[in-house]
């Protein structure tokens, strides 16, 4: 059964950084894309940015620029770094991960969201 734990959300005020981690732990024979989407209240699940195997970035024009995605493939884990953070900012981030199992299903998992809350 593979998990993804999500950790680093919080309150940050206006023009400040936050960093936000997801590891994947369990039985993966192989991890394709990794991302964050967020969702604030009464708006539609949005991306954020996502990265490839091999480190193609992706990124919503509204945080180019302003957040960085990286991953240790080692560690099955994704970051996203959120610098210069807004108010608008402010949402559930969800940490994604599409894999191939170890039967090789093709999987498209969710994590289980962290707030994010961004204070003027």
């Known amino acids: 059964q593979v998990q993804l734990v999500e950790s680093g959300g919080g309150l940050v005020q206006a023009g400040g950084p936050l960093r936000l981690s997801c590891a994947a732990s369990?039985?993966?024979?192989?991890?394709?894309?990794m991302g964050w989407y967020r969702q604030a209240a009464g708006k539609q699940r949005e991306l954020v940015a996502t990265?490839?195997?091999?480190?193609?970035?992706n990124y919503a024009d509204s945080v180019r620029g302003r957040f960085t995605i990286s991953r240790d493939n080692a560690k099955n884990t994704v970051y996203l770094q959120m610098n210069s953070l807004k108010p608008e900012d402010t949402a559930v981030y969800y940490c994604n991960v599409k894999y191939w199992s170890t039967s090789i299903s093709y999987i498209d998992l969710w994590g289980q969201g962290t707030q994010v809350t961004v204070s003027s």
């Open positions: 990265i490839a195997t091999g480190g193609r970035t």
């Open positions: 369990g039985t993966i024979f192989s991890i394709n894309v």
